[in-house]
């Protein structure tokens, strides 16, 4: 295995166990949503499975969060937080629904 | 062990998950550090008074954020080991040595110290005595403390409750440590078992086990969890916490041998078992 392929599979094991639950965006997520949205139900835009939010997976880095589907793994939120702004990017997702 | 001094009243004044508490649970708040316990040799639990507090359920969370002096910031997620009916709430925090927030919690803060944090956080991973049973919880290292939560909730509200009442409430604690000096609520998880014939705690130990032990001494694994969990027939309320590797092992076997998925719920801790 040269080290490239190494490198890359290790940053792959080290992602992997990095891997959070939904239930870890809660805190940012609240800064945007009023109801507590973990327990809100998500249609995922790609793959059309809905699940609770507290179910996506999340990765977590320094500016923000990605939260991705459990089935497809494709994006469904991403929340960011560069200096002083809130980015939220909601295109994986198709409908929140959530109890109010 | 955490509830000395602690009114039971208080905590309940707004319903948590109402309108009014959400918009109050954002808001960063000022702590105060009333008390601070040794849980084990790198764990200590805060007792904290946090003022307009609104209270939570049991399995959730708050976002503990430090401040430099040149204003660099670094925030983590503690779970919460009290029950929704202590006013004060707890946070057992197990130190990782390279860790940014953890030292400062377990090794610096104390007694009428101040600690900025947010919550309760999370509607997902709680569970409410009024949810019901069985209970089935896994615990992997620090991952014990929003389960002891649950437990510390369920031991409360089913004090007074008749024989009938703790019967749809049993409960199962599978709860994995590295040496029994690790484990933490040692002395609360024995006397909450032995008052209680529906609770039951076994421990597995992965690195070191004291002489004469007799609980388990492997990692779980698939036969653990077949002879400790309940039948999946039973529909048992699943709640698995702890480092990632584990909880994914844990969550995949459960729905291996049947267990309904919207029945598991997780917590990942990350790669560290410590803070989320």
């Known amino acids: 295995m040269d080290d490239e392929t190494r490198n890359a599979s290790a940053e792959r094991v080290d992602g992997e166990a990095r891997r959070l639950d939904g239930n870890a965006a809660a805190g940012i997520l609240s800064e945007i949503f009023v109801p507590d949205v973990t327990a809100a139900h998500a249609t995922c835009a790609n793959c059309g499975t809905i699940r609770a939010m507290g179910a996506l997976l999340v990765y977590s880095h320094g500016m923000g969060m990605v939260m991705r589907c459990p089935d497809c793994d494709a994006v469904v939120l991403r929340v960011a937080r560069p200096r002083r702004q809130l980015w939220v990017d909601l295109t994986g ?7 109010g | 062990m955490v ?27 000022l702590a105060t550090v009333v008390d601070v316990v040794t849980e084990t040799p790198r764990a200590r639990t805060l007792v904290l008074d946090v003022p307009g507090w609104p209270g939570h359920r049991a399995g959730q969370h708050v976002d503990v954020r430090l401040t430099a002096d040149d204003g660099y910031q670094a925030e983590r997620s503690y779970s919460i080991a009290s029950p929704p009916e202590e006013a004060r709430i707890a946070l057992t925090v197990q130190r990782l040595d390279d860790g940014e927030v953890s030292p400062y919690l377990t090794d610096v803060l104390r007694t009428g110290d101040r600690l900025e944090l947010r919550g309760p956080i999370g509607g997902y991973f709680v569970w409410d005595v009024a949810f019901g049973g069985p209970l089935f919880l896994v615990a992997g290292g620090s991952g014990i403390v929003p389960l002891m939560a649950i437990l510390r909730h369920r031991a409360g509200a089913l004090l007074g409750a008749n024989m009938r009442a703790r019967h749809g409430v049993p409960a199962r604690l599978l709860y994995s440590s590295r040496r029994w000096e690790d484990v933490f609520y040692r002395a609360e998880l024995a006397r909450l078992a032995e008052d209680d014939e529906t609770l039951e705690v076994a421990f597995t130990l992965t690195h070191e086990a004291p ?31 702890g480092p990632t590797p584990l909880v994914e092992a844990v969550a995949t076997t459960l729905v291996e041998l049947g267990h309904d998925p919207a029945l598991v719920k997780t917590e990942r801790f990350g790669p560290t078992g410590g803070s989320a």
Do not use: H, Q
């Open chain 1, 93 to 99: 997702v198709k409908i929140i629904v959530m109890a």
């Open chain 2, 3 to 29: 509830t000395r001094g602690v009114s039971s009243v208080t905590a309940a004044t707004r319903e948590p998950g109402s309108r009014a508490s959400r918009a109050a649970a954002i808001a960063w708040r």
């Open chain 2, 211 to 241: 002489r004469g032990w007799t609980g388990f001494r492997r990692l779980i694994d698939r036969m653990m969890l077949a002879e400790v969990a309940w039948p999946p027939a039973e529909r048992p309320k699943v709640f698995v916490c």
